[in-house]
């Protein structure tokens, strides 16, 4: 019905119009031409309002009625995960002569797909100018750059370059960048970030960066060297980077990358500073040109009175011929994260960096050596200096694992610690939850068949008399081999409370909770209260080993709950989601009269 009503209100709209034009109005209209041209006008109009009746018709639906702030958020997420995209495809030409290559790019248009649903989206889209405050300048067509740049209007812009899927170590002609490498754009550029990029590319590009950016406030550089280029010289910052003029500068990380200590990257403005070179020797001439004097250094770090985070890896002060330098480095009170990283030829000036600075009481320290020389000698100064004495300091939680020590010095809740991802020797410190003025050391010498201790071996000289809590990964209990290990190395850690360890790795420790000594007292950590029992993803439990391993564990737990209940000492069993199922917690359950939850 709708339909028929539908179709003849516009047929008599129609009518109404071309009447007008009819042949038998040539008294009003003149000639026959000129109401032909007419009638072709008003059929031009006609065909022009459909693409307008579609707007119309799409304001009947809710996805384009939706509010421009709620379409914003929504692009905004989309944009987020769902970025534009080049992708290259090599395609190799064989003829009599010589072989030669050409590349084709493909460009996806991420989020900006949206443009086309409806028109009111697309209008929302293009007055949303914080949408296109980021161009991704290798992900799409070289000819929409300046139309892209046009829409985000004069917000600062973030040039982000990310070579990923572009072949770009096999593509040696130089690649379009005039349109985005260029002063009209550093103008307003607030954020720049090169990623995936080889270095024959990087480095013509890096070479521009020497105009003025006033609203600069991050610079992330990574380079890509090969092993060919082990020797050679790197892509480098140039000398008069951003003209001297980056007022605005607060982040700062290369990786790779060359630089200069008397160029604009030291800003009093820097919040954040990570400068790292991959490797393990000085011979590449770019990372020799970048290490500093010690004068260098310390009056730069000095002079950042607003640094709150440090990391240098391979960026160490070259050590005087003489070793009689005085100098010390200084952090502002607001600095909360130092990260220091050293392998091989770099671990002296790392060292020698070490001896004259003093680490901020609330800042979060982590040092990583990696080095196939034996380090033993140097060990226990570097574990009194990062670690604090013996006797005065109060380190509340530990973790341990076979190359990794941490230590936190705040009273926090501890239940969501214990119950966390029990990370390893190999984690990232960022994975560690690392509270205000804690600290991390990560030593590997020597090779894995070398007969060197382990770091675990070095828990005597630690400060352990007031812990709280200890943590052991799975690795560390190839090193604490018998309850004996655990009682002698935890002697004088009389107040710990809580212990996460993993369940198929426990036994000896589970062996050594239920040592009493000859006045009836438990040996090791008699405060206990909280156990957390974690397992591995990859153990199999049905396999012969592992269920001859868990019916002994099974005894060893059991024994151990069962004294301290008996000595109304009980101890809070939680075990976690993957094991929380298994038939053990029932049985231990029903002996200790306590519940085993799972986490």
């Not at 639906?61 to 995960?81: D, K, N, R, W």
């Not at 812009?157 to 990310?162: I, M, S």
């Amino acid at each position: 019905m709708h339909r028929t009503v539908t179709r003849e209100a516009w047929r008599n709209a129609m009518q109404t119009r071309f009447d007008a034009y009819a042949f038998s109005d040539s008294s009003k209209h003149g000639d026959t031409s000129g109401r032909a041209g007419l009638a072709d006008v008003e059929l031009e109009i006609l065909q022009e309002q459909l693409a307008f009746a579609k707007q119309q018709r799409n304001r009947a639906t809710a996805a384009c009625s939706l509010p421009p702030e709620v379409l914003g958020s929504i692009f905004s997420l989309a944009q987020a995960g769902w970025s534009p995209h080049g992708t290259s495809a090599k395609n190799e030409i064989v003829d009599q002569d010589d072989t030669s290559a050409t590349f084709k790019t493909n460009y996806s248009m991420g989020w900006m797909c949206i443009l086309h649903v409806c028109s009111s989206w697309r209008q929302v889209a293009l007055t949303t100018l914080e949408l296109w405050d980021e161009l991704h300048c290798l992900d799409v067509h070289p000819q929409y750059i300046p139309t892209l740049l046009a829409r985000s209007r004069l917000l600062p812009l973030t040039l982000v370059v990310d070579g990923k899927d572009l072949l770009l170590d096999e593509v040696k002609e130089p690649l379009p960048s005039r349109s985005w490498l260029c002063l009209s754009v550093f103008r307003r550029t607030a954020g720049i970030t090169f990623v995936n990029v080889s270095d024959h590319h990087l480095s013509p590009w890096l070479k521009k960066l020497c105009h003025p950016m006033p609203q600069l406030r991050r610079l992330d550089i990574t380079g890509q060297p090969t092993e060919e280029q082990s020797d050679e010289s790197g892509p480098a910052l140039p000398v008069d980077l951003f003209s001297r003029e980056a007022p605005e500068l607060t982040h700062v990380r290369l990786v790779d990358v060359g630089f200069s200590w008397t160029s604009a990257l030291f800003a009093r403005t820097i919040v954040l500073l990570s400068l790292t070179f991959n490797a393990t020797c000085l011979t590449n001439r770019t990372i020799a040109e970048s290490m500093p004097t010690l004068q260098q250094f310390s009056q730069i770090i000095s002079s950042l009175t607003a640094l709150e985070e440090l990391e240098l890896q391979a960026v160490f002060p070259v050590i005087s011929p003489t070793g009689t330098d005085a100098y010390t480095i200084e952090f502002p009170r607001c600095f909360t994260k130092l990260a220091l990283h050293a392998e091989d030829d770099f671990i002296k000036p790392c060292f020698s960096l070490l001896k004259h600075t003093t680490f901020p009481s609330q800042a979060i320290v982590t040092i990583d050596i990696l080095t196939v020389e034996d380090f033993q000698p140097d060990v226990p100064a570097l574990i009194l200096q990062l670690f604090g004495p013996v006797d005065t300091a109060i380190p509340r939680e530990l973790w341990l694992s076979r190359y990794s020590i941490g230590m936190q010095y705040i009273d926090r809740p501890q239940e969501d610690i214990i119950t966390g991802r029990l990370t390893g020797s190999f984690d990232s410190w960022t994975l560690f939850n690392m509270a205000v003025g804690g600290r991390g050391f990560y030593l590997h010498q020597g090779n894995d068949d070398n007969d060197l201790p382990s770091l675990v071996s070095y828990l005597p000289t630690l400060p352990l008399r007031t812990l709280r809590t200890v943590t052991c990964a799975s690795d560390s209990a190839c090193f604490l081999t018998s309850p004996r290990v655990w009682l002698s190395t935890f002697k004088v850690a009389q107040d710990v409370e809580n212990v996460s360890v993993e369940y198929d790795g426990a036994l000896h420790l589970f062996e050594a909770l239920a040592e009493m000594d000859d006045m009836g007292h438990f040996m090791l950590f008699p405060s206990l209260k909280m156990l957390a029992l974690h397992t591995s993803k990859d153990t199999e439990k049905d396999e012969v080993g592992t269920v001859e391993l868990r019916s002994t564990l099974e005894v060893a737990i059991t024994e151990f709950l069962l004294r301290r209940r008996e000595q109304d000492t009980p101890v809070k069993v939680l075990v976690q989601y993957q094991m929380a199922e298994w038939d053990v917690w029932d049985r231990i359950e029903d002996l200790v009269h306590d519940d085993v939850e799972g986490f």
